[in-house]
């Protein structure tokens, strides 16, 4: 399966893109560690608020979404909001 994102990678960055308003500036990695995936999720700083949510709504929303495929497929995972360092604000 070496080269295809996995569904988690690519169900994390389809709701990302669709909630963010700078959508080019989404990033997903997804660290693989034996049973225990890490998806790690890059927004620009100015998106950082609507990925998360207020009170963590829409993060939370998007790991019950993850502990749905986790069942399916037998693993863990783990998501990670943070914001992107190397993006350039725009003017």
Excluded: F, N
């Excluded at 669709?18 to 660290?31: A, C, G, L, M, W």
């Excluded at 225990?36 to 949510?53: F, N, P, Q, T």
């Excluded at 829409?58 to 790991?63: K, L, P």
Aim: proline share 3%; aromatic share 4%.
């Amino acid at each position: 399966m070496r080269g295809h994102p996995s569904r988690a990678k690519t169900l994390v960055e389809y709701i990302a893109r669709s909630i963010v308003t700078r959508p080019d500036k989404v990033y997903v990695v997804e660290v693989r560690g034996g049973a225990s995936h890490l998806i790690e999720v890059e927004v620009a700083k100015e998106d950082l608020g609507r990925m998360i949510g207020r009170g963590g709504r829409v993060a939370d929303a998007i790991r019950a979404l993850l502990q749905i495929l986790a069942l399916q497929e037998g693993r863990l995972y783990e998501l990670e909001i943070v914001e992107a360092t190397d993006i350039p604000k725009e003017e």
